[in-house]
């Protein structure tokens, strides 16, 4: 009887470790499952906004991470997604080996453009969910919710090409024009 609660009670703990084999990064720091991450930005140059979410394995074996992406039927947005290869709009899942220890990347797109590659306007949002799972074990789902926001800033400022944030120090260091004035252009 001894050896029997033992030996459930091993395979019970042995369900549980490999239970959670995944864990997850959201801009360097540990996100939890279930949550809600929201992206409110200006568009990228190719009409889009994007999430990196890094994917760890902690577990001492390579795994086969299955990713399914679902998008509100709502969306007027074009979504699709890289994870170890990149997949176009309409591609709902993939799979990517996520090395023992090791971590993988997915690369979430959210394209504001419609079916005409015209821009939506201004403020427009979208709805999209991730879902991860071991291939081998497919009761154990690990889900987040990306909402995507289009907004324009309503100030961007930029020296020397480069854009930089409010309250940001810029040393300038030149000789002074005949006018014996130090120039210098902020956009």
């Not at 992206?39 to 795994?63: K, W």
């Amino acid at each position: 009887m001894k050896k029997f609660l033992l030996s459930l009670v091993l395979m019970t703990f042995a369900g549980y470790m490999s239970a959670q084999s995944l864990s997850f990064k959201y801009e360097g720091n540990a996100v939890e499952p279930g949550t809600t991450i929201d992206i409110v930005s200006d568009l990228n140059d190719a009409m889009e906004l994007v999430i990196d979410l890094d994917v760890i394995n902690t577990t001492d074996a390579d795994i086969n991470v299955v990713l399914e992406m679902e998008s509100d039927p709502s969306n007027p947005t074009q979504d699709y997604f890289c994870w170890g290869t990149c997949y176009m709009p309409g591609v709902l899942s993939g799979s990517n080996i996520v090395k023992a220890g090791g971590e993988g990347i997915l690369n979430g797109h959210c394209g504001f453009y419609d079916a005409d590659w015209k821009t939506l306007p201004v403020g427009s949002t979208a709805k999209v969910t991730y879902t991860f799972y071991d291939e081998r074990n497919q009761d154990v789902k690990y889900s987040f919710v990306v909402n995507f926001k289009y907004e324009k800033p309503a100030l961007a400022f930029k020296y020397e090409g480069k854009a930089i944030e409010p309250g940001t120090t810029i040393d300038i260091v030149s000789d002074i024009n005949d006018s014996m004035e130090i120039q210098f252009d902020l956009h």
